[in-house]
Nanobody, 119 residues
């Protein structure tokens, strides 16, 4: 079993900042990637940012230059620093951990944390 515990969401005014955290625990042997997704009402879940164990990062075009993903591998924790927030960033943010077990990859999801940006 793998557990993901998220924290850091909340209500912020446009232009403000928030930092999300996600700590993974349990049967973690090999993390392939850790990332953040979000889902706004009436929309599909979308990738926000991902950090691979190879050291690369990828961001959605809409957040480039404003959001930064980072990891503390010793703590199996991933962070998302969100600056210059916009009302369109309002969504439920989900942490994702992609684990390699044998020859297969498995996805695990956090419970989600609400981020609301007021105009």
């Amino acid at each position: 079993q793998v557990q993901l515990v998220e924290s850091g969401g909340g209500l912020v005014q446009a232009g403000g900042s928030l930092r999300l955290s996600c700590a993974a625990s349990g049967s973690i042997f090999s993390i392939n990637a850790m990332g953040w997704y979000r889902q706004a009402p009436g929309k599909q879940r979308e990738l926000v940012a991902v950090s691979t164990s190879g050291g690369s990062t990828n961001y959605a075009d809409s957040v480039k230059g404003r959001f930064t993903i980072s990891r503390d591998n010793a703590k199996n924790t991933v962070y998302l620093q969100m600056n210059s927030l916009k009302p369109e960033d309002t969504a439920v943010y989900y942490c994702n951990v992609n684990l390699l077990r044998g020859l297969r990859l498995y996805d695990y999801w956090g419970q989600g944390t609400q981020v609301t940006v007021s105009s």
